[in-house]
């Protein structure tokens, strides 16, 4: 019960009220009818949608006591008058600061998304009901009205009712109902946030179940304790099928010493708000599970009571998360390094040169690249993706010096990524570079990693060839050609070369013979007649899409005028039979001017319909424009570098 009241007094003052309000009347009902007293936690179900599950965790003691004593009775009596009083505190404050700083994270954070490209749309996670209302009323004052949807528990609202009803109506008899009111009521609702509504309010029945892939800002307004249910909430949004950074927004209240370690905790050593997804699964599969870390947080809350206390505590804390997580994360990497290939690496984002961090498959490519390009100008640090740059280089670039890190979350140097001006330098500049045919021996046999890829290539050798193509047609596409083979005429596979050019290698004296260059050539040819025709392909598909929504956007825009028009041809037919069975002159006038002004109408729809019809081909002849000048497609190639290879 310490839990919940502490969950809920940090949710909201309207959440607590109820709250206090629901146990000040329990208490009361039971000494009215000289009840036992029993187990409370039942009238916080209300309040706080967790409390079953939460109860099944805790192992709460449900055995009832025994009958009340005049002891007992006065006790609660006193207990009563303090509820009614904290709760009367609570209801005099209308106004919480919390939910006016909502309104300016909301605003941030459409901004952020906004910049990211990601659409309008956010999820706010309360785990109060009554804060879920309250922020209903907070959002509709504040222009939001419409643009809001509601998901709990159980959905009883009479919105959620409605897009229910809508819902089945729109599929009916369609395979999307699937007949489980609960299953259909939480997809009606999903699919409403998705085509309609701009946020959604959630409790944490939202937190587990649904996709909002469309969905990139996430708002817990609670935070909860539990950083399994955290990491549920952020996966909502941030899964397969997301196209842009998931923006997060926790709310934090600076001024509770015990608040502030809360977060730091979820944050940095659970890697909950760090951006590498992936991260916190890793971290979080390492601890016992999310009620023994709420456990522990209760129990601060409960004994300590000045920040010296807090802090000493929360370091045993986290001394003990340290060795928890370190050594189940060291054994794990250790185990994958043992028995997994260079393919699976990748794919589980384990980096051999430094296990603490993990750079993308372009992240590393530019570091790689960055140190042969700016040997001459910068002093790199061993061990880690950090350089010093001692001068700017030349070509007329004015690059500040000074300390650069590659990744995310740098503190003390320069941020170094694909986008910024030296790394677009060093690229520009490597592109420019001669690379003259040559012969090279790559050394597999030292290489630290496994690779199934490499492993049929070692002790042979053979040639490759990797060309530039541009396609510029209505917009501009680029293409890597790989083409090789070995001296015993078998082809190899593009991904295959991709991996034999990340071993260390040195140049022998061997050249591609008369043979070879011609094999490749044609292997090269082939290859571009393919993306040629892949491409043109796509532009097929992309143009039969777009006819297609072009020609049902016109059945229904003619569709509608149509029926506009036989409606207005139906009211005139009637006003006319009116007019002819009026009795008096004043009436028949009456009846003829307003039929006159639908007549009037009805041409102004005709119009309408015959512009609407010449701006339907125009958008046609459009699209066909647009086909043509994407099939008129500029080729252009480069050849990048021919080599000898042979793997040792």
């Keep these: 019960m310490t839990l919940v009241m502490r969950k809920l007094l940090a949710s909201s003052t ?121 922020l209903v009323r907070l959002l509709s004052d504040n222009g939001y009205a419409d643009q809001l949807v509601l998901f709990n528990g159980s959905n009883s609202d009479e919105q959620s009712r409605q897009l229910y009803k809508d819902w089945q109506q729109a599929h ?71 196209k842009h950074d998931v923006v ?53 809350y409960q004994n300590c009571r000045t920040p010296a206390a807090i802090e000493a505590e929360f370091k045993q804390l986290r001394t003990e998360l340290d060795s928890q997580i370190s050594t189940a994360m060291q ?37 790689e690249l960055t140190r042969y390009g700016l040997q001459q100008y910068a002093r790199f640090t061993p061990n880690s993706y950090q350089f010093t740059l001692q001068q700017s280089p030349r070509g007329g670039l004015n690059i500040e010096t000074g300390t650069y890190q590659l990744g995310k979350n740098v503190e003390e140097a320069h941020t170094y990524r694909l986008g910024h001006p030296l790394a677009q330098h060093v690229i520009e500049h490597c592109k420019r570079l001669e690379t003259p045919p040559a012969s090279l021996v790559f050394d597999y046999s030292n290489h630290p990693q496994n690779s199934v890829a490499l492993e049929p290539l070692a002790g042979k050798s053979g040639s490759l060839l990797c060309r530039h193509l541009t396609i510029a047609g209505a917009e501009q596409e680029d293409f890597l050609l790989l083409a090789g083979f070995t001296d015993q005429g078998d082809n190899v596979s593009a991904d295959t070369f991709v991996r034999l050019l990340n071993l260390p290698a040195e140049e022998s004296g061997q050249s591609i013979g008369a043979g070879a260059q011609e094999q490749l050539n044609q292997a090269l040819e082939q290859l571009k007649g393919n993306t040629l025709q892949e491409v043109e392909q796509r532009y097929g598909e992309w143009f039969e899409q777009e006819m297609e929504k072009l020609d049902r956007w016109a059945d229904d825009k003619r569709r509608g005028l149509k029926d506009q028009l036989k409606k207005l041809d139906d009211e005139l037919k009637e006003l006319k039979k009116q007019g002819r069975q009026a009795s008096s002159m004043p009436a028949k006038l009456k009846l003829q001017r307003q039929a006159r002004q639908l007549e009037s109408k009805r041409d102004s729809a005709w119009r309408e319909y015959d512009s609407e019809s010449r701006g339907i081909e125009q958008r046609k002849d459009h699209l066909l424009d647009q086909v043509e000048e994407r099939l008129q497609m500029a080729v252009e190639e480069t050849e990048l570098f021919r080599i000898r290879w042979k793997v040792k």
């Design 172 to 242: 009916m008899g369609t395979d999307k109902i699937t007949g489980s009111r609960t299953a259909d009521m939480r997809a009606a609702l999903v699919d409403h946030f998705k085509n309609d509504a701009r946020i959604m309010i959630a409790t944490e029945a939202a937190a587990e179940g649904i996709n909002l892939q469309f969905c990139s800002l996430v708002v817990n307004y609670d935070l909860p304790w539990n950083p399994q249910r955290i990491e549920q909430r952020i996966g909502r949004c941030h899964r397969y099928g997301q």
């Design 14 to 134: 309207f959440a607590i009220a109820g709250a206090l309000d629901s146990l000040a009347g329990k208490l009361q009902r039971q000494l009215n009818d000289n009840q036992r007293l029993v187990h409370r936690m039942d009238e916080l179900g209300s309040d706080f949608e967790l409390l079953d599950e939460l109860e099944d965790d805790w192992s709460v003691d449900q055995a009832e006591q025994e009958a009340l004593t005049p002891e007992d009775i006065s006790a609660i009596e006193r207990e009563i008058d303090d509820l009614e009083v904290f709760r009367d505190l609570a209801v005099s404050i209308c106004e919480n600061a919390k939910g006016e700083a909502l309104l300016e994270a909301l605003e941030a954070g459409f901004a952020k998304a906004k910049e990211l490209g990601a659409s309008d749309k956010a999820i706010i996670f309360t785990e109060s009901r009554r804060t879920q209302d309250y």
């Design 331 to 367: 054994r794990t990497r250790q185990q994958l390094l043992e028995n997994f290939d260079a393919e699976v690496h990748d794919k589980l984002r384990v980096n051999l040169k430094e296990s603490q961090h993990y750079l993308d498959r372009y992240s590393a490519l530019l570091w």
């Design 248 to 300: 997060v927004i926790n709310f934090l209240n600076k001024a509770n010493a015990a608040d502030q370690r809360v977060f730091e905790l979820l944050s940095e050593k659970f890697s909950l708000f760090s951006g590498v997804f992936g991260a916190s699964d890793e971290v979080l599969g390492t601890i016992e599970g999310g009620i023994d870390f709420e456990k522990r947080i209760v129990d601060i």
